[in-house]
T-cell receptor
Framework: GQQVMQIPQYQHVQEGEDFTTYCNSS?????IQWYKQRPGGHPVFLIQ?????EVKKQKRLTFQFGEAKKNSSLHITATQTTDVGTYFC?????????????FGAGTQVVVTP | DTGVSQNPRHKITKRGQNVTFRCDPI?????LYWYRQTLGQGPEFLTY????????KSRLLSDRFSAERPKGSFSTLEIQRTEQGDSAMYLC???????????FGPGTRLTVL
């Protein structure tokens, strides 16, 4: 089963609003990656976080890695219709060697104009 | 560089048949991953190669599944004696160390009748 949990499962947002999606792990992660998958498409890499408390920004997207390296968040400001899709986090447990990424079930984002 | 390619894009088979999928990674990428994705779920890790060596394999991967990467370039995933539960999208991704961004292919959609 999923060892990386994402909430919420669905997010309905009005265009222009902000929202945050969260990723939680029961174990400490050495690496967390975020991906976006458009309907009918394949996952596309957004960002990678490796340091405790790390914050990275990409235009309207802000990614954060928790201090305990067990959770992460993605915050989108001023949502646009192009933000539609499912956002996945993928974590690599500290006890696992490279490669064994565990994906969350994703947050499906629907944007209302 | 044309990205990660996968063949075939769609495969319909009858229960009990064997199927083989191929993944051609980005040429300079030495790391290759196989995932399985079902509707409404995130990609589920199956196996990981570094060059030709299979370094990680999910416990969920039964002995009906086998993957190879004989020359450290393309990879094949074979499913023997397919079952209806094997119906899913099979995704391949590749990456190069630092920054280890995973680039996904378009996937092979398997339908087992």
């Amino acid at each position: 089963g999923q060892q990386v949990m994402q909430i919420p499962q669905y997010q309905h947002v009005q265009e222009g609003e902000d929202f945050t999606t969260y990723c939680n792990s029961s174990t400490t992660l050495s690496n967390i990656q975020w991906y976006k998958q458009r309907p009918g498409g394949h996952p596309v890499f957004l960002i990678q976080l490796v340091k405790s408390g790390e914050v990275k920004k990409q235009k309207r997207l802000t990614f954060q890695f928790g201090e305990a390296k067990k959770n992460s968040s993605l915050h989108i400001t001023a949502t646009q219709t192009t933000d539609v899709g499912t956002y996945f986090c993928a974590g690599l447990r500290e006890t696992d060697s490279w490669g064994k990424f565990q994906f969350g079930a994703g947050t499906q984002v629907v944007v209302t104009p | 560089d044309t990205g990660v390619s996968q063949n075939p894009r769609h495969k319909i088979t009858k229960r009990g048949q064997n199927v083989t999928f191929r993944c051609d990674p980005i040429s300079e990428h030495n790391r290759l991953y196989w995932y399985r994705q079902t509707l409404g779920q995130g990609p589920e890790f199956l196996t990981y190669f570094q060059n030709e060596a299979q370094l990680e394999k999910s416990r969920l991967l039964s002995d009906r599944f086998s993957a190879e990467r004989p020359k450290g370039s393309f990879s094949t995933l074979e499913i023997q004696r397919t079952e209806q539960g094997d119906s899913a999208m099979y995704l391949c991704a590749s990456s190069a160390p630092f920054p280890d961004t995973q680039y996904f292919g378009p996937g092979t959609r398997l339908t087992v009748l």
